[in-house]
């Protein structure tokens, strides 16, 4: 079964500084992968995905990822935070086959912004 | 615009009531799916839908209830057999496995806050 692992429960990071969100899968297959960020008492909303080619994405919001199959990851940039991105990210990954049981998630990374 | 709409925001219950989820859509989407969030757990899937008249369960199904008598709605059902109710729930949808790609995109709803008295 696939599984998607945030290893970073909240990080705190200064407004303005760079940000990385790790996030690491276990899929027997090519995954296709995204983040999504839900802002408090909100829904989710797609920063960005990958399905195959150029593992350097760019979502919305500034923000992009690399996928490295050989890691098995698929962290999240973005080169200066700003206070508007204090929410909490998940990954997620979704089967390639086809994708009828929609996405499986991560536990999330709760993200702080320091003045 | 084009959207999944949630009713109601906040619900409370009391102990032993079924209550029920509204979840409706005017995307065109074929699938549905009801997730259930709480905090530090991420997104536990509950059922999914494909196709009108046609539900599966997921990972937590057990005192759950669904219906999709129609493309655009997939009303999720707490019944008292539900051991712990109290939980932020999440629908969304996607295109359907017509599309591998699109099939795997998800659109959520603003969510639906439950809480058991």
């Known amino acids: 079964a696939q599984s998607v692992t945030q290893p970073d429960i909240h990080i705190t990071v200064s407004e303005g500084a760079s940000l990385e969100l790790r996030c690491n899968y276990s899929y027997g297959a090519t995954p296709y992968l995204f983040w999504y960020v839900q802002s408090p008492g909100q829904g989710l909303q797609l920063l960005l995905k990958y399905f195959s080619g150029d593992t350097l994405v760019q979502g919305i919001k500034g923000f992009e990822a690399e996928f490295k199959r050989s890691q098995s990851s698929f962290n999240l940039r973005k080169p200066s935070v700003h206070w508007s991105d204090a929410a909490e990210y998940f990954c997620?990954?979704?089967?390639?086959?086809?994708?009828?049981?929609?996405?499986?998630f991560g536990k999330g990374t709760h993200l702080i912004i320091q003045p | 615009d084009g959207g999944i709409t949630q009713s109601p925001k906040y619900l409370f219950r009391k102990e032993g009531q079924n209550v029920t989820l509204s979840c409706e859509q005017n995307l065109n989407h074929d699938a549905m799916y009801w997730y259930r969030q709480d905090p530090g757990q991420g997104l536990r899937l509950i059922y999914y839908s494909q196709i009108v008249n046609d539900f599966q369960k997921g990972d937590i199904a057990e005192g759950y209830s669904v219906s999709r008598e129609k493309k655009e709605s997939f009303p999720l059902t707490v019944t008292s057999a539900q051991k712990n109710p109290t939980a932020f729930y999440l629908c969304?949808?996607?295109?359907?496995?017509?599309?591998?790609?699109?099939?795997?995109?998800?659109?959520f709803g603003a969510g639906s806050r439950l809480t058991v008295l």
């Open positions: 997620a990954v979704g089967f390639s086959g086809g994708g009828a049981d929609g996405l499986t």
């Open positions: 969304a949808s996607s295109i359907g496995v017509s599309s591998f790609t699109g099939a795997n995109v998800l659109t």
